[in-house]
């Protein structure tokens, strides 16, 4: 109590750190849904035994600050993205089959990795970032689902795709249509658009250029311009 208080009245920023001692004693570890990704993921890749899940819930804020992504990515490592199979339980779907292949039930883990059209998708997207950046890396689950725990300027770029990737087959089913790459390029050209603004608002346009490299979308002369 009276170590409480010292760090209370020492403290600059006294909302701030009355919040963050009271999440301290209201904070649980999501240990169930760690429990269930692991048994989906087991049988895709041996070392979903190994998930580092503190990196795995943290690592997002290092990779972006747009609010949507951060809360569909919580929710997603949450395991709160509402599926088919949930909604037929509860009795709000008729049926709890996939929407886009419309043959399997729909989890999470099929939703977002194993699903005919959803595999097309990622496919495309990693041979395009394999073509882009003169690599041969395998298509692998962990990195799709942003559970692989490497941290670098490589890692984290393709991470922020990734993440864009999960957002983007989430709101295909919410909108009924079939997510393809095709459609995927405008959502990530728009994306480079905001982050190249922001960079030149701020001076940094460097930032910018060595963070997306081969990988922009945008016109090569609308970067060198500034």
């Not at 709890?96 to 959803?118: D, G, M, P, R």
């Not at 995927?184 to 963070?211: C, M, S, T, W």
Request: proline letters at 2%.
């Amino acid at each position: 109590k009276n170590e409480f208080l010292k760090e209370f009245c020492s403290a600059k920023k006294i909302c701030k750190f009355v919040y963050t001692t009271l999440l301290k004693d209201i904070q649980t570890e999501p240990t169930k849904c760690k429990q269930k990704w692991t048994q989906d993921l087991i049988m895709h890749d041996a070392n979903a035994e190994n998930i580092n899940w503190n990196f795995a819930f943290s690592s997002t804020f290092k990779i972006t600050k747009e609010t949507k992504l951060l809360n569909f990515q919580f929710k997603f490592l949450h395991r709160r993205i509402t599926t088919n199979s949930f909604l037929f339980k509860i009795g709000r779907s008729q049926s709890n089959k996939c929407y886009f292949c419309n043959s399997t039930q729909e989890s999470l883990i099929h939703l977002f990795w194993e699903c005919a059209y959803v595999q097309s998708f990622w496919k495309k997207l990693h041979s395009w970032l394999n073509e882009k950046q003169k690599t041969a890396s395998c298509l692998a689950v962990l990195v799709v689902l942003g559970l692989q725990n490497l941290d670098n300027d490589k890692f984290n770029v393709e991470k922020h795709i990734f993440l864009l990737g999960r957002f983007f087959i989430y709101m295909c089913k919410m909108q009924a249509v079939i997510p393809t790459f095709e459609q995927f390029k405008p959502k990530l050209r728009a994306l480079q658009n905001i982050e190249q603004q922001i960079a030149i608002q701020k001076g940094d346009l460097n930032h910018y250029v060595k963070k997306w490299k081969n990988l922009s979308l945008l016109p090569s002369s609308q970067t060198s311009d500034h």
